[in-house]
Structures are given as structure tokens and as C-alpha cells.
T-cell receptor
Framework: AQTVTQSQPEMSVQEAETVTLSCTYDTSESDYYLFWYKQPPSRQMILVIR??????QNATENRFSVNFQKAAKSFSLKISDSQLGDAAMYFC????????????FGTGTSLTVIP | EAGVTQFPSHSVIEKGQTVTLRCDPISGHDNLYWYRRVMGKEIKFLLH????????ESGMPNNRFLAERTGGTYSTLKVQPAELEDSGVYFC?????????????FGQGTRLTVV
């Protein structure tokens, strides 16, 4: 079964600075998708960024970018120019392109942004 | 457009009681998922509906859990009788298509505490 590991339960960053959240995963598949979801306190979980495994180019969405290392099975999220609104729980997720339809999530990283 | 809505947002019940969680997916979304996060652990898949049919219920922990989606619209997840280890946050998600790169839209979750 696929597993997703987020080794940082908590992280903090100064406002306007850059922070990187780590995520590694284990799979024997070659086709899959990776996601970062963000859940602000008591709010809905929303998609931050998505990466297709067949694409070598790292995905970017404004201040959010990923460092996707397929061979190392690593998928870190970089948040640049951190804002107070970035404070949330961040979940890394894996989804197979071949089998099943479910997401496999990590344990989450709680990000605090310090004013 | 309304997002995925879950009711109630919090529930505290005694061991042995019954609780029913409700999820209203985004209108028109055939796929509906239930996930659960036990404190400090990863978000785990429970089951997947396509319209009113259970596509995959491999994640359901035991027969104390019953999910329904009559008419293919909203879904309920009933826990009867509840046990202490059922405590956690229950997430519902929906998506329109089954493409693997499609994001799932999540609700804010129902925090269930069994005492």
C-alpha cells in the first residue's frame, strides 16, 4: 500500500520569509498524482497545488511551488513571502493513476506564521 | 457555488450511543468520499460512492459504521454503537469526475468525540 510521510508535525515561519514543508511517499507505481492540501482552523480543506508524476517540471502556483524528486520519492512544498493567512495544517497526498480512487494522506504539518 | 457541507461541525456522545454524520456534496458531483483523521495521525480513507452506489468501502473499520447515499445526493455516516476509538475528525469530499488528477473538494469536517 502507498504511504505518505510528513516528518514535521509543526513548523513556523516569520512573515514574508520562505518555508519548506517536507513530504516523502512510498509507491511501486510509476503513474500517480501528488497534492498539497491546506486546512485553516475550522475551515474547509482546500487544494494548494498539484503535481503529475509524469511531468518533470515542478508545479508552481503564485507563492507556492514544489520540489518534486521522483527518484527520491520526495515532494516538498515551498511557500515564499509567507503571509498570516498561510497559517494552517498542510497535508500532503498521493493518488494512484491506475488503481483505486482514494487519496493517501500524510499526518499533516501545522504551520504557524509569526508577524 | 456552495462547497461541501458537513453537519454537525462537532459532536460529543457517550460510548454506546449512536451518531449520524451528514455530508452534502457539491451539486452535480457523482463521487463522494468519507475520510477520517484520528488525532495526530494521517487522514484515512473510509469509502467512496459513485452516485448512490458504494464503489469502494475497503476503509470502513467495522460493521458499526454504516454509510448511505440514497438518491445519490447527500450522504450519511452512522456509527452505532460508538466506541472511544471512533473519536476523530470525519471528512467528506466530492468530485465531479473520476480522472485521477482531479482534485477532491473537502468539507470542514465533523469532530466526533466519544466519551
Amino acid at each position: 500500500a502507498q504511504t505518505v510521510t510528513q516528518s514535521q508535525p509543526e513548523m513556523s515561519v516569520q512573515e514574508a520569509e520562505t518555508v519548506t514543508l517536507s513530504c516523502t511517499y512510498d509507491t511501486s507505481e510509476s503513474d500517480y498524482y501528488l497534492f498539497w492540501y491546506k486546512q485553516p482552523p475550522s475551515r474547509q480543506m482546500i487544494l494548494v497545488i498539484r503535481q503529475e508524476a509524469y511531468k518533470q517540471q515542478n508545479a508552481t502556483e503564485n507563492r507556492f511551488s514544489v520540489n518534486f524528486q521522483k527518484a527520491a520519492k520526495s515532494f516538498s512544498l515551498k511557500i515564499s513571502d509567507s503571509q498570516l493567512g498561510d497559517a494552517a495544517m498542510y497535508f500532503c497526498a498521493y493518488r494512484s493513476a491506475n488503481t483505486g480512487n482514494q487519496f493517501y494522506f500524510g499526518t499533516g504539518t501545522s504551520l504557524t506564521v509569526i508577524p | 457555488e456552495a462547497g461541501v457541507t458537513q453537519f454537525p461541525s462537532h459532536s460529543v456522545i457517550e460510548k454506546g450511543q449512536t451518531v449520524t454524520l451528514r455530508c452534502d456534496p457539491i451539486s452535480g458531483h457523482d463521487n463522494l468520499y468519507w475520510y477520517r483523521r484520528v488525532m495526530g495521525k494521517e487522514i484515512k480513507f473510509l469509502l467512496h460512492f459513485v452516485k448512490e452506489s458504494k464503489q469502494d468501502e475497503s476503509g470502513m473499520p467495522n460493521n458499526r459504521f454504516l454509510a448511505e447515499r440514497t438518491g445519490g445526493t447527500y450522504s450519511t455516516l452512522k456509527v452505532q454503537p460508538a466506541e472511544l476509538e471512533d473519536s476523530g475528525v470525519y471528512f467528506c469530499a466530492s468530485s465531479h469526475k473520476k480522472e485521477w488528477n482531479t482534485e477532491a473538494f473537502f468539507g470542514q469536517g465533523t469532530r466526533l468525540t466519544v466519551v
